[in-house]
């Protein structure tokens, strides 16, 4: 099915050295100048219909066992018995394929199996929704390109755990926009099958943020540490080979939904363990100020002293509050050269900054920062502007 092209809100410029003038009401900052919103000033945006490019490739899972010894393992699960049958099957990034909604409802592509910590933020998100199974992070985002599902929930950060950095990635590759958030509280479980004790447990599946996050209660019950794709998943494989000294850490709900006993309960390390989620959507939504909205952006610099500052410092002279910074190499252009009169050249490497701040880009101070840091950002690119999620 052809995808349909959608702009994407992108600025190149040129870099200049100097900082702009403190004068932040009604001065022009270069070509993106006096950006007060409404949707005839957002063309001075360049808008571009971007491929997917940077494909991400695959991690096989490996085994971490008390000794340091490290096995690869291969974590697709075999035939289920027959009350997993009616799960759905995640779609893959090779096989999707047209397939109408047959209703009203919305459909929310999320990574894993029914039972995932992200089929939870959809549902928090949207809670009459249906969802939708995906294999990888990056078969979400093309399930909503090719208009199989409205919406995709992917996780960006853990308060534990840090970033994502491969959606980081793929934010950028893909010509998708941020139109929300969601906070979710993440409560890890020990599950086995049933009838089997704690004590009986020698391995323990999961993803492998979630087995970092558990690792000092993991330690304690001496078991081998194996990654998998998914939590859910890993509940899924438990339930499947029927092994009884192997356990997963994975939610309440995947026990339920793979009928699996929780052995121990919120074995976290940290008991405030929270899981920020990105809302994904083809269209971006109208900017309001009625609530408190966040701004994503991403940009890169030219080299040179104090220039990360200059970028950072427009937002703190309009006193916009910075949520997040991350710092990502630029793939295609990895090392720069820069003339050293003392030793030659030097190299160093070039970096793509991904900015979340708190104003709504329907707020002058915000037009006006982006306006400003255009002036020496060589390309800056509006991922979105959403409402604030303060729920847990």
Same mark, same amino acid.
């Given at each position: 099915m052809a995808s349909k092209a959608v702009p994407i809100w992108v600025c190149g410029h040129k870099s200049r050295s100097q900082l702009g003038s403190a004068d932040l009401g009604s001065r022009r900052y270069g070509s993106c100048s006096d950006l007060r919103f409404h949707f005839g000033n957002f063309r001075k945006w360049e808008c571009l219909a971007q491929k997917a490019i940077t494909p991400v490739e695959d991690e096989k899972p490996v085994i971490h066992s008390p000794g340091g010894n490290e096995q690869t393992l291969n974590t697709k699960a075999g035939s289920l018995h027959k009350d997993l049958n009616s799960l759905p099957r995640p779609l893959s990034a090779t096989d999707l394929s047209s397939s109408p909604s047959g209703g009203s409802k919305v459909r929310v592509a999320y990574q894993g199996v029914p039972g995932a910590y992200s089929e939870a933020a959809a549902l928090?998100?949207? !809670?009459?929704? +249906?969802?939708?199974p995906c294999d990888q992070f990056e078969a979400a985002f093309k399930a909503v390109e090719l208009w199989l599902v409205d919406k995709a929930v992917l996780p960006i950060e853990n308060s534990v755990g840090g970033s994502i950095h491969r959606n980081y990635d793929l934010l950028l590759s893909h010509r998708l926009h941020i139109v929300g958030e969601v906070q979710l509280v993440v409560n890890h479980c020990l599950l086995g099958l049933p009838g089997v004790r704690k004590e009986e447990i020698k391995r323990v599946l999961s993803h492998p943020q979630a087995l970092a996050q558990c690792e000092m209660n993991l330690n304690k019950l001496g078991v081998m540490k194996v990654n998998a794709d998914d939590t859910a998943g890993a509940a899924q494989i438990v339930s499947s080979d029927g092994q009884r000294d192997t356990g997963a850490v994975a939610s309440a709900r995947a026990a339920e939904i793979y009928g699996l006993n929780i052995l121990a309960e919120k074995i976290q390390d940290d008991y405030d363990n929270i899981t920020r989620f990105l809302i994904l959507a083809r269209e971006p939504i109208i900017p309001g100020t009625d609530r408190p909205h966040k701004t994503s952006i991403v940009?890169?610099? +030219? +080299? @040179? !002293? @104090?220039v990360l500052f200059k970028a950072l410092a427009v937002f703190a002279l309009r006193g916009i509050n910075l949520t997040k910074? +991350?710092?990502?190499?630029?793939?295609?252009? !990895?090392l720069r050269v820069v003339d050293d009169t003392n030793r030659g050249n030097a190299k160093y490497f070039d970096y793509l900054f991904y900015i979340d701040f708190e104003a709504s880009m329907a707020e002058p101070r915000a037009q006006y920062a982006l306006g400003h840091l255009q002036e020496f950002a060589r390309f800056l690119r509006v991922l979105g502007c959403y409402p604030m999620d303060n729920s847990l």
């Open positions: 928090k998100a949207y !809670p009459r929704c +249906e969802t939708v940009f890169t610099l +030219e +080299e @040179g !002293p @104090g910074i +991350e710092s990502r190499p630029q793939r295609n252009r !990895p």
